[in-house]
């Protein structure tokens, strides 16, 4: 089964401030797990998530993995980005849609916290 990851991130109306998002996605293409990664934005930004879907789909995507890249559970989280993923659903029958959990409640962002505490410490 070929699968694909879709990061999908609210945007941003300015650029720059999708590049760290854009560095960390780099990182998960270049480790390797998944043969496709694909960026889909919510606003502002292109492509949106159902044109990353279909991108997806047209790389031969059979299971698309979906990973909310969002700190907190606002309505896009909660139902905004289930209901993308319901309606490619209907769209690609034949394609298997999961979602994954959102990052802000991962443990490992308090040692992230902690480590920018430090930083400024020194």
């Known amino acids: 089964m070929k699968d694909a990851m879709l990061v999908m991130v609210h945007g941003s109306p300015r650029?720059?401030?999708?590049?760290?998002?854009?560095?960390?996605?780099?990182?998960?293409?270049?480790?390797?797990?998944?043969?496709?990664?694909?960026?889909?934005?919510?606003?502002?930004?292109?492509?949106?998530?159902?044109?990353?879907?279909?991108?997806?789909?047209?790389?031969?995507?059979?299971?698309?993995?979906?990973?909310?890249?969002?700190?907190?559970?606002?309505?896009?989280?909660t139902d905004d980005l289930p209901n993308l993923l319901d309606q490619a659903q209907a769209q690609y029958p034949e394609v298997q849609f999961l979602m994954g959990d959102y990052l802000g409640h991962d443990p490992l962002l308090a040692d992230v916290i902690l480590e920018r505490a430090k930083q400024v410490e020194a």
């Open 15 to 77: 650029p720059i401030a999708n590049t760290d998002m854009f560095a960390v996605v780099d990182v998960v293409r270049e480790r390797g797990v998944y043969p496709i990664v694909e960026v889909g934005f919510m606003e502002c930004n292109e492509p949106s998530i159902p044109q990353a879907i279909d991108r997806c789909v047209e790389q031969g995507a059979q299971r698309v993995i979906a990973v909310p890249y969002f700190l907190h559970t606002g309505m896009h989280v």
